[in-house]
């Protein structure tokens, strides 16, 4: 039987499968680290104990201000979102970022470029476009675009980083696959029902677009550097025998 076959999906999702730990051996550690948490937040801390370290931990400008590395890698540990409840909406955003972008990107960066390359990638996007969207934050505020209650707002999870995972990705597919797949990535952040206060976007939205977008310039600046050494390796012949 063709192993490409339909009937063949199995054994190769099976494979897939028993390979991961030896092909993505820190997704996997990263992965279980987040289930973990979630569930000793949401399973056995109480209800007050684990909102008040859900706020300790976001990444609103008065926690920046106040103590930014705490908030900045905490917010990476704790997943925001929902694990059992399959029927609801919340559950599609599991899958998408979770799923999609720590399980499945992250861990084809981590077997494509190493660990440190597909960390650099996950905090590239974590903190950086956490980062720029304060900006964003502060200029809204100067502007009366958003309300002053934004400071405190709760923002913590993995949302941003996966995302940039799900667009540095960009370059595993076919050519054929990769403007659809762009147009997934910026458009399901865009599909929930986030509020414009303003000219902008809710500022989780802009969080997820401009984290979208460093994910496609890591993509980019990956692919440049590959066509460099392609080129550099198919002169070199020429250049030790003239």
Known sequence: MNARSPRGLPARLLRAVLRYPRRSPLTLCYVALLVLGHVWVDGFLSADRADALR????????????????????????YDGTLTDIASTGFVGTLITLGLG???CLAWAEHRYGKLRATAVLLGGHIGATLITAVVIL???RHGWYPESVRQDSDYGISYGAQTCLAFATLALPRWARLPWAAFVLAWPLSGDGEWPGPLPDFTTVGHLLSAALGFALAGAAAALASRRRRADALAPADAHP
């Open 55 to 78: 706020a300790y931990i976001s990444t609103n400008l008065d926690n920046l201000h106040d103590h930014p590395l705490t908030a900045l890698f905490g917010s990476a540990l704790l």
């Open 102 to 104: 720590i399980c499945c």
């Open 139 to 141: 200029v809204a505020l």
